[in-house]
């Protein structure tokens, strides 16, 4: 079946051998005409040189039709280009921003939305908090299941996280079974909410049918004198706190 853009491309070729054809006669009439004007002159040549003229305007006509048609033609392939620049763009920041295995934002995609928020923070007063979780025992249920598996859990348990949070939330892989979610306009104690609720429901789902997983977290709020570093550590301090308080809990830093 073909497509709207291959009937279009054949139409285009149509009518352009069409003009060319049609250029071609005029063309051959057009020497026609002042070959038989030299070879016999005619009683009255000022009729025949109109003719003349007529079948140079048709061939002008033919002409401009011509270019008409290579122009838009010529448009129609720079629209097709530019889409197919910004589709490919899109996918490059995908790719870019996008964790290859459970398709939740990387680091990289961090880094710049907590400096926007942080400068929310201290220029407006808005409000952010950071949840920094980790797989319980991943490294085991690598070795357990398989590397395959676990990468697999893995993307299961982002895509089932990613499902359970606000639309105005962001969900990074930060390393290994360790992830971040920031939270835009909630404070900290509307983050722990957050949190155990996530816990609580990824502790009841059983992941590929038969394996369970549990989540330490540990929640802060972004402050007006923070950095991306001292966020960063102040929820990695959090998580520390969570996973020696013997792990599968939540662990809110109020400062």
Known sequence: METSGNKMKKRYSIFYALSAVALGGILLADFGVIYTLVVTPPEDPATVMKLVYLIMMAGFLVLAAQAVLVFSRLISRLGQERRTVETLQQELDQVSFLDGLTKVYNRYKFESVIKRELENVRRYANPVSGIMFDVDNFKALNEEHGYATGDKLLANMARFVS????????????????????????????????????RQMVGHKLFGGKIRMSLSMGVVQGREDDNMETFLHRMQSALTRAKHQGRNCVVVARD
Request: net charge positive.
């Open 163 to 198: 499902t359970k949070l606000r639309n105005t939330d962001y969900v990074f892989r930060w390393r290994g079974g360790k992830f971040i979610i920031l939270a835009p306009h909630a404070d900290v104690d509307k983050a722990a909410i957050i949190a155990e609720k996530l």
